[in-house]
């Protein structure tokens, strides 16, 4: 037997006080099983079961009626347990009423009131009824952690709202520790429950009866009015005498109501904007933020606020909002000449340049500002160039501490050696020392004007190049490549405007060169060319030790821009003027030391010493000392001075006159019988000495880097000769040496035919060489490796047939003897036919090994 239920007890209620329609919270005890137990809920008096939502035995949410009594008790009624009472009260406030024409300084919150009409039994909505406890039994939580219940079922849910709904889960969750009469006692509440929700709608309609009746006998009553009155439209029918009093209630509607209607819309539009202008709030503060950001110079803020703006806004059609979008794109704009200005500025740095080119391409600048820049860069060099020479040249004061040149507040030096140079330049560092303070009162004129130019060079031309490079692999727009679009643009413009940079660079090492020939060199400039680089007013000849000084300065350059990879061909008119340097330095030292060693018989003093000679010997002999380590720099050759065509041409010079001036003029001195031809034949001797040691350079310079390729290239890849498949073809090492080969051939095949034999054939020698040694240090051979190494060695003296002399035929020989023999008839037959398809795919590269009348070109 199941107990009766007590009474509900109402003991707090939550806010206690508050006006008409205001939300509270009622707390008790047995306050019901279910929404549909709740039958009666009284405020003050006033009945609020309409708008109350049963949440458990223990709550009840509602809102407050406008009820008459200013304060009384909270009256809960159950079907279950009768009228209850309160422990407590509520104070229903009045507020201070506000006519439709007063005005206020607080808007009025138009809410729903909901009709609380009470003299209608009215039904409860079925949408109203929110199953929060379906079984309308006491609740009794369990204690299993929810983990193991989605454990347990998995994919379920104990939510009775769920698709995935599990009645299990439900119970156990909920009712753990419910009787089994409890259970019994739910499952009849259920069945009951939804008798009610199928009599639900129906209950509802009928709880609305009256007024549907009332409403339909108020339309009766107006059609049996209007049938008596008759259909018509006549002058003075009802409907005409209705019509004009609704018209002039309408009016005099409109004049009541104008100006408060006037002013609603007013605060409606006010309301409306002030909603706009902080729902947009972003859009119309960022001109101001834009202008004041770019005060700060936060670029970075800029450029993130515009791009959202333009994702957001950049194609509206609400006019407001195209208004302060085109006030943004005006500020851009102003940014955008503002950063292509600053670009544009010299001197700038390599850093700098870089990111306001990031900046431009951010903001979608028009044109190709990176390319701008170098261009900029490229005239700004040239005219500072120009710059040092009108100031030197003409005589104007030394302007040496210039900030143009000196970004850091450096001095860069003049006088460090190659390798200091080229460090500093990997670093990035600082490549100046300090001179001392009469540095520039001892120095000739000419010596400090190629010392500026050298600090140009120095300090402009490896941020030039670098940043031509990162706009050319793309790295200009983005270090990390996440802007692909931008970069494979910047890459394609860089390609088509190659030859565009490839002359500013020639320009620049042209200029370079012509100025230096003006100011020491000036009858090696075309008679065109002299007065304009030439035009040195306070010029001073210069001895040994201050060409010696220039020819340090033009080798510092010269080694910090090969540093940088700069092509050869692009640095060959340096190479030159070092050349013409060294030469003249030379010849200025020889004539000094003639002149010195002239004026040594005026120093003459007769005086002997107790040897019996005076100090003219040692006055020579330290005259010759001093010449030659005068001349120690200017006959050093430094790496990458060497022009391997000039020393063909000399070898060519070499040859021709070894085999036919000097046997021309030996004839004809016998002709006219003149003696001298043992004369002639000394120095045919000497020039076939200096034949042979230029020869042996030029083959040590060519040969050594092939024959050096030739073992990494056969062990790349942890290449073994014991353990390899079957050949498919030559190698690629193989081929590289090839083309390497024939590389020296159109070297020399373009300053003398008559040479390509004799080269050719020193070249094919020194690689035999060292494939014979190669061949000969491998321990052993699988069957696949014998005939790998032998279709490659093969193909190699195919290839060189026309070169090959009785040593490179012994070497080929050695090596082949070094490996197995081939045995089957198969091996052999693979062996020819992979040679054969050698020869094929690389018979254009091969022709030039051929004999042939074609004529080298001269240069």
Known sequence: MSRARQPPLVTGISPNEGAAWTKVTIRGENLGTGPADLIGLLICGHNCLLTAEWMSASKIVCRVGPAKDDKGEIIVTTKSGGNGTSTVSFKLLKPEKIGILDQSAVWVDEMNYYDMRTDRNKGISPLSLRP???????????????KDMELTFPGMSGDFTSENFSATWYLIENHSGTSFEQLRTAASNLKKQATKKNEGSLAYVKGGLSTFFEAQDALAAIHQRLESDGTERVEGSMTQRLENILNRASDTADTLFQEVLGRKDKADSTRNALNVLQRFKFLFNLPLYIERNIQKGDYDVVINDYEKAKSLFGNTEVPVFKKVYAEVETRIGALRSLLLEKLLQTPSTLHDQKRYIRYLSDLHAPGDP????????????????????????KGSPDTWINSTLDLEGDIRPLGLSRLSHTASLKRGGSLRTPRPSTWRFETPQQVQFVEKLSDVVISQLPNFWKLWISYVNGSLFSETGEKSGQVEKSKKNARQRQNDFKKMIEELTHRLVKLVRGALLPATLPQGELSLYGGWENKTELTAPWLTQVIHIVRGFHEALAALEIPNDLLQVIQDLLLDLRVHCLMVTLLHTTEDVKRLAE?????????????????????????????????????????????????????YLERHTFLNLADHFEKHGFMGTEKITRVSEAVRQLDRKLFDAYIERRADPIAGSLEPGIYAGYFDWRDCQSPTGVRNYLKEALVSIITVHAEVFTVSKELVPRVLSKIVESVADEMSRLMQCVSSFSKNG???????????????????????????????????????GADKKLLEELLNTFKSSMQLQLTCFQPSSVQPVKR
């Open 786 to 824: 014998a005939l790998q190494a032998r279709l490659e060695l093969c193909a190699l003296r195919d290839a060189i047939a026309p070169y090959l002399n009785s040593e490179s035929n012994a070497s080929f020989k050695l090596a082949l003897d070094a490996l197995p023999q081939l045995q089957s």
């Open 603 to 655: 120093k003459e003093d007769w005086v002997v010493d107790n040897e019996g000679i005076t100090t003219l010997p040692s006055q020579f002999e330290q005259c010759m000392v001093q010449m030659l380590q005068s001349l120690k720099e200017p006959l050093e050759t430094k790496p990458g001075e060497i022009n391997e065509q000039r020393l063909l041409i000399i070898l060519s010079n070499c040859q």
């Open 132 to 146: 929060s406890n379906p079984l309308g039994i006491e609740i009794d939580k369990g204690k299993i952690p929810q």
């Open 370 to 393: 990176a390319w701008q820049c170098i261009y900029a860069q490229h005239k700004w060099i040239l005219q500072l160039m120009q710059n040092f020479y009108s100031e030197d040249a």
